[in-house]
Protein backbone atom coordinates (compact mmCIF):
# COMPACT_ATOMS: atom_id res chain seq x y z
CA UNK A 1 0.00 0.00 0.00
CA UNK A 2 1.63 2.82 -1.06
CA UNK A 3 0.80 6.24 1.31
CA UNK A 4 1.15 10.18 0.30
CA UNK A 5 2.27 12.44 2.65
CA UNK A 6 1.40 15.40 0.25
CA UNK A 7 1.71 15.77 -3.23
CA UNK A 8 5.38 15.19 -3.74
CA UNK A 9 6.26 12.50 -1.11
CA UNK A 10 5.40 8.40 -1.58
CA UNK A 11 5.58 6.45 1.29
CA UNK A 12 6.17 2.45 0.23
CA UNK A 13 6.30 0.14 2.94
CA UNK A 14 8.68 -3.12 2.77
CA UNK A 15 7.39 -6.44 4.31
CA UNK A 16 9.35 -9.91 5.11
CA UNK A 17 5.77 -11.98 5.16
CA UNK A 18 3.35 -10.35 7.92
CA UNK A 19 6.65 -8.47 9.50
CA UNK A 20 7.34 -4.54 8.39
CA UNK A 21 11.02 -4.22 8.49
CA UNK A 22 10.88 -0.49 7.25
CA UNK A 23 9.72 1.80 4.19
CA UNK A 24 10.80 3.73 1.22
CA UNK A 25 10.46 7.22 0.96
CA UNK A 26 9.99 8.45 -2.46
CA UNK A 27 10.97 12.57 -2.98
CA UNK A 28 11.58 13.94 -6.48
CA UNK A 29 15.31 14.71 -5.65
CA UNK A 30 15.97 11.30 -3.75
CA UNK A 31 14.75 8.29 -2.60
CA UNK A 32 15.26 6.83 1.36
CA UNK A 33 15.10 3.57 3.36
CA UNK A 34 13.50 4.37 6.60
CA UNK A 35 14.07 0.93 8.66
CA UNK A 36 11.88 0.18 11.46
CA UNK A 37 12.48 -0.19 14.84
CA UNK A 38 11.42 -3.64 16.52
CA UNK A 39 10.39 -2.39 19.73
CA UNK A 40 10.00 -5.75 21.22
CA UNK A 41 13.28 -7.29 20.62
CA UNK A 42 15.04 -4.06 21.83
CA UNK A 43 12.64 -4.92 25.16
CA UNK A 44 13.37 -8.22 25.34
CA UNK A 45 17.26 -7.72 24.25
CA UNK A 46 17.65 -5.19 27.38
CA UNK A 47 15.83 -7.50 29.63
CA UNK A 48 17.98 -10.17 28.87
CA UNK A 49 21.28 -7.94 29.77
CA UNK A 50 19.99 -6.51 32.89
CA UNK A 51 19.45 -10.50 34.16
CA UNK A 52 22.77 -11.17 32.93
CA UNK A 53 24.01 -8.33 34.72
CA UNK A 54 21.94 -8.61 38.03
CA UNK A 55 23.49 -12.66 38.27
CA UNK A 56 27.25 -11.37 37.70
CA UNK A 57 26.89 -8.50 40.49
CA UNK A 58 25.07 -11.21 42.02
CA UNK A 59 27.58 -14.23 42.18
CA UNK A 60 30.76 -11.31 42.40
CA UNK A 61 28.99 -10.58 46.22
CA UNK A 62 28.23 -14.18 47.07
CA UNK A 63 31.76 -15.04 46.26
CA UNK A 64 33.05 -11.96 47.94
CA UNK A 65 35.25 -13.29 51.13
CA UNK A 66 34.19 -11.95 53.84
CA UNK A 67 36.92 -9.91 56.28
CA UNK A 68 39.51 -11.86 58.31
CA UNK A 69 38.53 -9.54 61.48
CA UNK A 70 35.65 -7.37 62.32
CA UNK A 71 35.25 -3.85 63.74
CA UNK A 72 38.15 -1.88 64.76
CA UNK A 73 37.53 0.94 67.55
CA UNK A 74 39.42 2.87 69.31
CA UNK A 75 38.73 1.94 73.27
CA UNK A 76 39.66 4.83 76.40
CA UNK A 77 43.37 4.96 76.96
CA UNK A 78 44.00 4.63 72.86
CA UNK A 79 43.54 0.51 72.87
CA UNK A 80 42.44 -1.27 69.71
CA UNK A 81 39.42 -3.43 69.90
CA UNK A 82 38.68 -6.14 67.47
CA UNK A 83 35.58 -7.43 67.39
CA UNK A 84 34.57 -11.02 66.14
CA UNK A 85 38.10 -11.90 65.74
CA UNK A 86 39.55 -15.24 67.05
CA UNK A 87 42.89 -16.12 67.73
CA UNK A 88 45.34 -17.00 64.40
CA UNK A 89 46.04 -20.19 64.38
CA UNK A 90 49.46 -21.87 65.83
CA UNK A 91 51.82 -22.60 63.76
CA UNK A 92 53.96 -25.72 63.98
CA UNK A 93 57.50 -25.37 65.40
CA UNK A 94 59.26 -24.58 62.07
CA UNK A 95 62.80 -23.09 61.12
CA UNK A 96 62.96 -19.18 62.14
CA UNK A 97 64.00 -17.20 58.91
CA UNK A 98 67.82 -15.13 58.77
CA UNK A 99 66.21 -12.37 59.99
CA UNK A 100 64.84 -13.44 63.14
CA UNK A 101 68.12 -14.42 64.23
CA UNK A 102 70.51 -11.79 63.27
CA UNK A 103 67.79 -9.17 65.28
CA UNK A 104 67.35 -11.69 67.94
CA UNK A 105 63.22 -11.58 67.41
CA UNK A 106 61.61 -13.72 69.78
CA UNK A 107 57.76 -15.40 68.75
CA UNK A 108 54.94 -13.30 69.80
CA UNK A 109 52.62 -15.94 71.64
CA UNK A 110 49.66 -15.60 74.23
CA UNK A 111 49.89 -16.69 77.62
CA UNK A 112 47.12 -19.24 79.02
Keep these: M ?3 LDSRHEVIPVRSGEREIGAYVVRPERTTFVPAVDVTALVLGSMAFA ?3 AVAVAVGIARRRPPAIGAVTMGPGGWLSLKRSAAPPLRAAERRPWWAHALRA ?3 TTEP
Aim: no cysteine.
Design 51 to 53: TVA
Design 106 to 108: RRL
Design 2 to 4: VTA
